[in-house]
């Protein structure tokens, strides 16, 4: 018989975590598979609107590998469930050097006779057509483009210049947006090098810290108990001392393949 990759032998150590998620018309669905600690509280935050029945919005913030970007998706999944209809998952990872374009669409040479036309962005077509977007390195996004995506989010509404003839479009009810970051938008945090963000940015925002989930790591890497509570036990410290390292559910996968494989 064939011999189980390590990634399989990793996986079928996974404990499945089941999490109820209510719909909007019908029976409460459970969800399967492995979630982080903070999901059920980051679902309860997009599932509410605010006072004037806007959707909520949500900033992850944690060390790197903490699955930000994973539970993002998840997210999605489960608004699907919750809604009774699909809601996509997009994502764009923001530089400090980034233009406005790269969230707000171009103006490309895709005409006859290379008249420049409009070209949507993602982000713009799930504003307009519904879906979660997940903002990646968040605090690296330019003073401008956070500006203007405050207002779009506050009001609902936005302007495209760009887009000739039609410029004006309208949020859909269906749009979420998550941010993730090492850092909560307010600048440096330990080892990560963050500019700070506007606050009335930020306040768009519910803050949600999402640090490493100590059951996800049992389940993925328990079956070497003795390497996971060294790694733990480095990590608190690390933590202690401020060295401004992250021992991380990476370091700790990659040194349980090492140990697997020898």
Request: charged share 25%.
């Amino acid at each position: 018989a064939a011999v189980p990759s390590i990634t399989e032998q990793v996986m079928a150590n996974v404990q499945v975590h089941k999490h109820s998620i209510p719909r909007v018309d019908g029976e409460p669905v459970i969800l399967d598979g492995v979630q982080h600690a903070r999901f059920e509280d980051v679902m309860a935050v997009l599932m509410q609107k605010d006072e004037a029945q806007k959707n909520r919005h949500v900033w992850l913030h944690g060390p790197s590998g903490t699955g930000k970007t994973h539970m993002a998706q998840q997210c999605a999944e489960a608004l699907t469930e919750h809604l009774g209809r699909e809601i996509r998952f997009g994502a764009l990872s923001c530089q400090s050097g980034m233009s406005d374009s790269a969230l707000f669409g171009w103006l490309l040479p895709l005409g006859d006779d290379g008249r420049f036309e409009y070209q949507i962005s993602q982000l713009v077509d799930f504003m307009i057509n519904g879906g979660l977007f997940l903002l990646d390195e968040a605090a690296n996004l330019p003073p401008d483009c956070a500006a203007t995506l405050n207002m779009v989010l506050g009001n609902l509404r936005g302007f495209l210049p760009k887009r000739l003839g039609n410029p004006e479009f309208l949020v859909s009810t269906d749009f979420y947006m998550l941010c993730a970051d090492n850092s909560d938008g307010t600048g440096s945090h330990g080892g990560y090098i963050r500019n700070p963000q506007d606050t009335s940015f930020l306040n768009r925002f519910r803050m949600r810290r999402i640090g490493y989930d100590k059951g996800i790591e049992r389940a993925l890497y328990g079956t070497d108990l003795p390497w996971l509570k060294r790694c733990w036990k480095l990590r608190d410290e690390v933590e202690e001392l401020r060295i401004g390292k992250d021992i991380g559910s990476r370091t700790i996968a990659e040194g349980y393949m090492l140990r697997a494989a020898y």
